[in-house]
């Protein structure tokens, strides 16, 4: 699943080589998924994008909005998977869910693996769509300063009874993260993922949101995770600390061996020693 920094990565690299190409045709695939939302059909999408402009690419969270010039905004939001250019003259993956040839000859594909919404909106009502509409300040907006930061620690320890990992990865209170980069969030802030947000201190509070901004601008200058591929299928440089590729091998910080627990949906790795619970 793309998360903060991937949207980042593709963003500015659809923003260096896709701006200004024209449209020859959109389509929204070759492989039905039933979890890949379109709000257009076949014949809608290709009418509405054919002969446009490709504009400015926006990165919000782990949505990602082209703007189509004129009028239309392509939105990607909550995807994994790869979106791929292929010069002219390039082979085509056997499937995608949605392509733009363009009048050059090259063109855009991408393919989920797991879920995600590939929606064209005239511009202005991408701003009324769910998740979009009631997002949060992300970590990369100038927004999220620690008073931000702490003013969201004290709003949901009221609500109800939240931990580290909540925080971080459900219901998109800080959108742009999820399970994968929390895990070094935690271990760079010496967070257990079961710490109860509300007994976080000020010291705390300030190394856990110092540790998000680390690890989000760490990932995105390194291309993205090891794991995923950018805009030119090139694997991103950013390799975890926290992964299950350490789980049982000695903590990088004093050597005790890295534990795994299943919790709020998915494997956390930390260490016992450095992230006490």
Not at 220 to 241: H, I, S
Request: proline share 5%; aromatic share 10%; with cysteine.
């Amino acid at each position: 699943m793309f998360e903060l920094p991937e949207i980042a990565v593709l963003s500015r690299q659809i923003n260096q080589t896709l701006m200004g190409k024209v449209i020859q045709k959109g389509s929204l695939g070759n492989s039905p998924h039933k979890f890949v939302w379109y709000n257009r059909t076949q014949e809608e999408f290709d009418q509405l994008t054919r002969t446009k402009t490709i504009g400015e690419t926006r990165a919000r969270g782990r949505w990602m909005l082209i703007s189509i010039e004129p009028g239309y905004v392509l939105v990607f939001g909550e995807c994994g998977g790869k979106i791929l250019y292929h010069p002219a003259g390039s082979k085509l993956p056997a499937k995608y869910h949605l392509s733009l040839a363009f009048e050059d000859g090259s063109l855009l594909t991408l393919m989920t693996q797991m879920w995600g919404a590939m929606e064209l909106y005239e511009r202005g009502e991408e701003c009324k769509r769910q998740y979009i509409r009631d997002m949060r300040v992300t970590p990369s907006e100038p927004g999220f300063t620690f008073e931000y930061f702490s003013g969201l620690v004290d709003t949901f320890s009221k609500l109800e009874k939240r931990s580290v990992k909540g925080l971080l990865t459900q219901d998109q209170i800080i959108p742009g993260l999820g399970n994968a980069i929390a895990q070094d969030i935690q271990f760079r802030a010496r967070l257990h993922p079961r710490h109860p947000i509300d007994a976080l201190d000020q010291a705390q509070r300030r190394d856990l949101y110092e540790a998000i901004l680390q690890v989000a601008a760490d990932v995105t200058v390194k291309g993205g995770r090891y794991d995923e591929v950018d805009l030119y299928g090139n694997p991103g440089g950013y390799v975890r600390l926290m992964d299950k590729k350490a789980a049982g091998q000695p903590c990088p910080v004093c050597g005790v061996r890295i534990e795994t627990i299943q919790y709020l949906g998915g494997s956390c790795y930390f260490c016992p020693q450095c992230q006490k619970l």
